[in-house]
């Protein structure tokens, strides 16, 4: 069957994977990329300007901490005048307003900065670093001088997950206009520390009630995105919209995949933006192909009313749980391998084991 | 921090940090905003080119009804309502001080 394959909407460049945190849910892989194959500016030019010809309408600056980049401010001025929307999504350890002054000037749209919580001893207990609160919250400042429009992300589960109320009024404190509150997914280094990550289900419902409230209360104040962890729910995510689908996501070192965890899964060769285009990468590599549209799917998923809906899940969790990345996401009720969440779920009843850092 | 509350006199103009553009690639209109894509239809896209930062609000709502001549008035301004103070919550729209 001939699928359409639409044009990608967005663009996360992980500009590096060095970071001055070592929050122990980093999304980032855990054999990270060291800075000496790190893509250089001349590729990074390169590829934006691909990325817009493609169809690419938004790019977010990523990393690990993108401000360890010295030419940020060339790369965001470069997105700008390739007409893509730039984020900057960082930890605000790095650099302050004289920075964001010149990004702005570049043409960056958006701060995105995250907290590992609203106060100074869970925040620099989560992140790993001492004094990290301090400099959050002159970075914000410095947003705010510069005028430029803030998100807090704050990454929750079962040890700060209870201060969820005073979250949203810390976001609303630090003139934020948008708070994500995102439940820790259960990759990387995240899933190595899911026993004391995952929170249990009361802990859950009482959040999610507290943050229906605060959206009803703070509407056209403050807009809160709320990601709840699929674990506790009965149908998976619809993993980055479906595979290949709408993102691209490039790595420090070039490595272009459908998702920023992807690169686990196994027999897959992800294509380098060295050595390809990103339109060849798109719409003709095998890796970008391989789970597109719903042709790969087995049951339970083939027949299922929701397959393009959800579009199976997540690949990466079916590998991680399941054994298997072509198999249905087990966090699915009618996956035959459920069983491996209702295991994990059943663990977050019991005291939580210390935290396993990141590390370099 | 107050809530925008939109209102027939009020001068509305698309917030600096949102694009409001046409896509060559995908040949229609796009709004973009912080880690947010939207995909305006034919309607949205009529109103929001009225929205300029000079014309109130009960102005652009004059301006389709010209336009729309099927369409009562007060139809026309609820539904321009509604959708500015969508766009308002989402952080899209300013206010203009001025006036």
């Not at chain 2, 949102?18 to 209109?29: A, E, L, N, Y």
Request: charged share 25%.
């Amino acid at each position: 069957m001939i699928q359409r394959i639409d044009p990608p909407l967005a663009l996360l460049a992980e500009l590096s994977h060095r970071c001055p945190l070592r929050c122990p849910y980093c999304s980032n892989p855990v054999e990270l990329e060291r800075a000496s194959s790190e893509l250089s500016e001349a590729e990074w030019r390169r590829v934006l300007g691909e990325a817009a010809r493609l169809g690419v309408l938004q790019v977010h600056f990523s990393g690990g901490e993108p401000m360890v980049r010295r030419d940020l401010e060339a790369l965001i001025g470069a997105a700008s005048e390739a007409g893509l929307y730039g984020n900057l999504i960082t930890s605000g350890t790095l650099g302050g307003e004289r920075e964001l002054a010149a990004f702005a000037r570049a043409g960056l749209k958006h701060v995105q900065l995250s907290f590992q919580d609203h106060d100074r001893e869970g925040n620099d207990r989560i992140a790993g670093l001492a004094g990290a609160h301090a400099r959050k919250l002159a970075f914000a400042a410095a947003v705010r001088a510069v005028g430029l429009p803030l998100t807090l992300n704050m990454v929750v589960h079962r040890q700060n997950l209870d201060g969820v109320s005073s979250m949203i009024d810390f976001a609303v404190e630090q003139g934020a206009r948008r708070l994500e509150i995102a439940h820790v997914q259960y990759y990387a280094w995240a899933l190595a520390n899911r026993a004391a990550l995952l929170p249990t289900r009361d802990q859950l419902d009482a959040a999610t009630e507290i943050v229906e409230a605060a959206r009803a209360r703070l509407r056209g104040i403050l807009a809160i995105d709320y990601v709840v962890p699929d674990y506790h729910g009965v149908r998976p995510k619809s993993c980055m919209n479906g595979w290949a689908r709408r993102f691209i996501n490039i790595s420090p070192s070039g490595r272009a995949l459908p998702c920023h965890a992807a690169e686990i899964i196994p027999g897959l060769d992800f294509p380098s933006v060295r050595t390809a285009s990103l339109e060849e990468i798109w719409y003709r590599s095998a890796a970008f192909n391989r789970f597109r549209g719903t042709d790969w799917m087995a049951e339970p998923c083939r027949t299922c009313e929701r397959r393009e809906i959800d579009w199976g899940g997540c690949r990466c969790q079916a590998l991680l749980l399941a054994g298997d990345a072509a198999r249905t996401d087990p966090v699915c009720a009618l996956s035959p391998d459920h069983f491996v969440v209702e295991a994990a779920l059943a663990e977050a009843k019991r005291a939580p084991p210390a935290f396993v850092y990141r590390r370099f | 921090m107050a809530r925008l509350m939109v209102s027939a006199s009020d001068v509305l103009k698309i917030a600096p940090h949102i694009v409001f553009r046409f896509d060559d690639t995908r040949q229609r209109w796009v709004m973009m905003a912080p880690e947010r894509l939207m995909l305006p239809d034919e309607q949205a896209v009529e109103i929001l080119k009225l929205v300029d930062g000079k014309a109130n609000v009960g102005e652009i709502v004059d301006a389709l009804a010209a336009r729309y001549t099927g369409a009562p008035r007060e139809l026309i301004a609820k539904d321009v309502t509604a959708m500015l103070q969508d766009l308002a919550d989402k952080g899209c729209l300013a206010g203009d001080p001025a006036h």
